[in-house]
C-alpha cells in the first residue's frame, strides 16, 4: 500500500489491485443503469471530469470508464446538468479531513475528494475499499430531455 495526500485527507492505495479488480468489472454504474439520465452521463463522459482528476485516477489504478455509480442532481443552469458519482479503489480512508477544503475548481463546478460512505463495490476489490467521489457538470446531449 502507497500512502497519498490530498488536501488534508490522507489514503493508502493498491494501485496494482485496482487496476485487477477493474479488468474484472464489464462496465462502469452508468451501462449497467441505462436510464436517460445515465445514457446522457455515457455520452458526455469524456467532457466530465478535468485532466487533474483523470491524472489522480491513472494514479490509483482506476478505469475512468468504470466508475461505481453515477447519478443525475438535476439542472446546474440553463446550459448544464449537474451529474455527481464515484469510482471505488483498494485501500482505505486515513484522515477524512475537511473534504470542502480539497474541492477542486480546475473546471467549472468539478469536484471531487475521498471518501468510505458509499454501497459495498463487488467483491474484486477485496475488504479494503474506499472511493473517490465527485461532483461535475455536463451539458444535455441526449435525444431524450431530462
Known amino acids: 500500500m502507497t500512502n497519498f495526500e490530498l488536501g488534508d485527507q490522507l489514503i493508502s492505495h493498491d494501485?496494482?489491485?485496482t487496476v485487477a479488480a477493474y479488468s474484472e468489472i464489464a462496465n462502469g454504474g452508468a451501462e449497467r443503469c441505462g436510464c436517460a439520465d445515465c445514457r446522457?452521463?455515457?455520452l458526455q463522459r469524456v467532457?466530465?471530469?478535468p485532466q487533474d482528476f483523470l491524472n489522480l485516477l491513472s494514479r490509483l489504478g482506476i478505469d475512468v470508464s468504470k466508475e461505481?455509480?453515477?447519478f443525475h442532481?438535476?439542472?446546474a443552469n440553463d446550459?448544464?446538468?449537474l451529474y455527481g458519482g464515484w469510482f471505488y479503489f483498494v485501500g482505505t480512508l486515513i484522515e477524512?479531513?475537511?473534504r470542502a477544503k480539497i474541492e477542486r475548481a480546475a473546471q467549472s463546478g468539478f469536484r471531487y475528494w475521498f471518501s468510505n460512505n458509499f454501497p459495498r463495490p463487488p467483491g474484486c476489490f477485496g475488504k479494503d475499499v474506499a472511493a473517490v467521489e465527485f461532483?461535475?457538470?455536463i451539458p444535455w446531449e441526449h435525444e431524450q430531455s431530462p
Open 15 to 17: 494501485t496494482d489491485a
Open 79 to 81: 446550459d448544464e446538468q
Open 68 to 70: 461505481g455509480e453515477a
Open 47 to 49: 467532457n466530465a471530469y
Open 135 to 137: 461532483v461535475t457538470r
Open 96 to 98: 477524512a479531513g475537511n
Open 40 to 42: 446522457n452521463f455515457i
Open 73 to 75: 442532481y438535476g439542472p
